[in-house]
């Protein structure tokens, strides 16, 4: 059984794919057999050392943090899945391990898989649809009839930002890259800006919610974007817009909680039919390595990225 992991935090030449043996599960945790999981930014991110202060400095290390599959054993004190259930979820960041056949995980943050999803379209949602759900949910308060700008909207998260609240009946303008314009017109949005052009003036005091989905607006362009009252919710943060958070009622920077209750709002709504985030690519164990260090390197998917075991 192999997986994919690193000895020393770095760039994608670091990455291997490696034998290695899966320690047995704590009291409040299962092990889960892997149909597939899902690429997220954040995986490099984690790899490359940008978080080390909480993921520690034990090696090697695994890669890969969202994935589907079916529960091989439980920890004493989990009650809530037994062998042969399908769930979905995440692994905990300081420890990740995804991108392998096998995995353990806490009990805390899997969710039974709806029989209506796809092993795969369920590996899809935890991170993007989480970071969706608690950006325009519980950080911004998107309400009915609001006018919401989405920076970024034709990427895994700003795509499930269309799907919540389109959900919710906001009215929604997506900034996208001239590639997906066309793309981003068939998903009904009132507006869509090519976000290699300036942002139109007329636009300024548009907007109740501004979610920047991708990283890319500075402190400045929201401000002027959106009204009196206005929020502008970000998931990339940096120093200036971390400083901004702190003495601004209307800055708001969002580190999703991954916790079941929250992925569970997500996959409901995703076998309701309400949310689905399109699958780009899939590639297998072997091929991992080199998709990863493309997507690190700029490459663009109009959608996820799928590992499949």
């Not at 996208?176 to 003036?201: H, I, M, N, W």
């Not at 995703?270 to 490459?299: F, H, M, R």
Request: glycine share 10%; aromatic share 6%; hydrophobic share 45%.
């Amino acid at each position: 059984m192999e997986r994919l992991e690193y000895d020393a935090y770095g760039g994608p030449d670091v990455v291997r794919v490696r034998p290695f043996a899966l320690r047995e599960p704590r009291a409040d945790e299962l092990v889960v057999r892997v149909a597939a999981a899902s690429i997220n930014p954040m995986d490099w991110k984690i790899r490359s050392g940008t978080m080390k202060m909480m993921t520690g400095s034990s090696f090697p290390r695994a890669m890969g943090t969202d994935f589907a599959g079916t529960v091989e054993a439980v920890g004493a004190k989990v009650s809530e899945f037994k062998p042969g259930d399908a769930v979905v979820g995440t692994v905990p960041m300081k420890e990740s391990g995804a991108f392998a056949p096998r995995l353990v995980t806490k009990h805390n943050l899997v969710v039974e898989k709806p029989d209506s999803l796809s092993f795969a379209e369920a590996a899809s949602l935890p991170i993007a649809g989480v970071t969706a759900w608690h950006a325009l949910v519980k950080s911004a308060g998107l309400r009915r009839g609001q006018k919401l700008l989405i920076n970024g909207a034709m990427g895994a998260v700003g795509r499930a930002a269309i799907e919540i609240a389109r959900e919710i009946g906001a009215d929604i303008t997506g900034r996208v890259g001239p590639e997906s314009a066309s793309q981003a017109r068939l998903l009904g949005l009132s507006r869509v800006l090519d976000y290699t052009q300036p942002l139109p003036p007329s636009l300024n005091g548009t907007f109740d919610v501004v979610f920047d989905a991708n990283g890319s607006l500075s402190v400045s362009d929201g401000d002027q974007l959106i009204k009196r009252g206005g929020v502008i919710v970000d998931i990339v943060p940096t120093q200036s817009k971390f400083l901004k958070a702190l003495v601004s009622r209307s800055h708001k920077l969002v580190f999703a909680d991954m916790k079941s209750d929250n992925l569970r709002r997500v996959v409901d709504l995703a076998a309701a039919g309400k949310l689905a985030i399109p699958i780009a690519q899939t590639v297998s164990l072997p091929d991992a390595p080199a998709l990863l260090a493309s997507l690190e390197q700029g490459k663009r998917l109009s959608g996820k990225a799928i590992i499949a075991f």
